[in-house]
């Protein structure tokens, strides 16, 4: 009775584990297009903080011009005053002028004196033309500034509604590029679901019958007594049949899935709990791993390619069955393969 319950227990499929295999999957995926996209998303925004930099620096400019150009339009009004009251004075001395002109002319006394006054007058006259016109200068040389300034503004307004443009258009890329991004990993993720459903559908038909090889999820899990005798990492005859049946389907899988799709598959080696240490093995994460580089090495000398093959040894820290019983030790030692991205 004992024995007919132990063998119940054996053919109960324990699809829990590879449900959460296969959400763990999922989720990895999911974060690796998220990675994906905040490293793409991260570049793209220190391009525009760069333009953004730029158009602050180019508004403080103008900001700069702009009061610049304000205080030279005040400079421009104090010389027009300026010049306002030279031409006052000079009308005055022209008066005073044909004044005592009038004068000496009328009286005919004091001619010399009214001559030496005209004369000075005259001096002065002269000395404020040449003031005036040098004031003229002056204002035409702020009026060459003030359109200068005026060029440099344009310039800058122009180079302002530059950077805004392409500003939106770095925001446009970015959105686009997510977009595309998206789509493009959704379709390989999509391609990879078909194929991957593909090879198990084959693998299924190759080990049907086999009660020492259980489908998990999206996993192939085969008892060690396949491959291995107890504590030994060096494959058995038999169990290399098993593994030239997966060679053969694995070959015909590369030859169908595009070379632009990354994807791996990965043999994974498991323990009991119960240690090891012997020379070879000092513990059990060495006779995992070796078990696992012992199927992947088969593999490749039936010409399966290295690059879509990993070697992971978990020792016994992930158990199907938590249990300490013999039942438990024999569901725990076991190799597990899955097509996944890589």
Do not use: C
């Amino acid at each position: 009775m004992a024995l007919g319950r132990a063998r119940r227990g054996e053919r109960t499929v324990d699809y829990w584990p590879g449900f959460v295999d296969a959400l763990s999957t999922l989720v990895l995926g999911v974060i690796f297009l998220l990675s994906i996209f905040v490293v793409i998303q991260f570049y793209l925004s220190q391009e525009v903080t760069g333009k953004d930099t730029a158009l602050a620096r180019l508004n403080a400019q103008l900001q700069q011009l702009t009061e610049l150009f304000a205080l030279e339009k005040g400079e421009r009004a104090n010389l027009e005053e300026m010049i306002a009251a030279l031409r006052a004075n000079l009308a005055t001395a022209e008066a005073d002028r044909d004044r005592l002109k009038g004068q000496a002319d009328a009286a005919g006394q004091g001619a010399g004196s009214a001559q030496a006054r005209a004369a000075q007058l005259a001096g002065e006259l002269e000395n404020e033309k040449r003031i005036g016109a040098r004031v003229a200068a002056q204002v035409e040389l702020l009026n060459q500034q003030i359109a200068a300034l005026r060029r440099q503004l344009a310039a800058l307004e122009e180079a302002l509604e530059t950077s805004e443009k392409k500003d939106k258009e770095a925001q446009s890329r970015i959105a686009d590029l997510g977009q595309r991004l998206n789509v493009a990993l959704a379709q390989r993720v999509q391609e990879l679901s078909r194929f991957r459903s593909e090879f198990f559908g084959r693998l299924r038909q190759i080990l049907a019958n086999r009660p020492d090889v259980r489908i998990v999820g999206d996993r192939f899990v085969f008892q060690s007594e396949v491959f291995f005798d107890a504590g030994q990492a060096a494959l058995k005859t038999e169990g290399r049949g098993e593994l030239d049946k997966i060679a053969t389907a694995l070959l015909q899988l590369e030859k169908e899935i595009p070379a632009d799709i990354a994807w791996v598959m990965r043999i994974d080696g498991h323990t009991d709990v119960r240690p090891i240490a012997s020379p070879q093995f000092p513990s059990n994460w060495e006779l995992s791993a070796s078990r696992a580089i012992s199927v992947v090495q088969y593999l490749i000398s039936r010409g399966v390619s290295p690059q879509r093959l990993v070697a992971a040894g978990f020792g016994e820290f992930q158990p199907l069955d938590p249990a300490t019983n013999d039942d438990a030790y024999r569901r725990n030692r076991r190799i597990e393969m899955k097509l996944t991205e890589r």
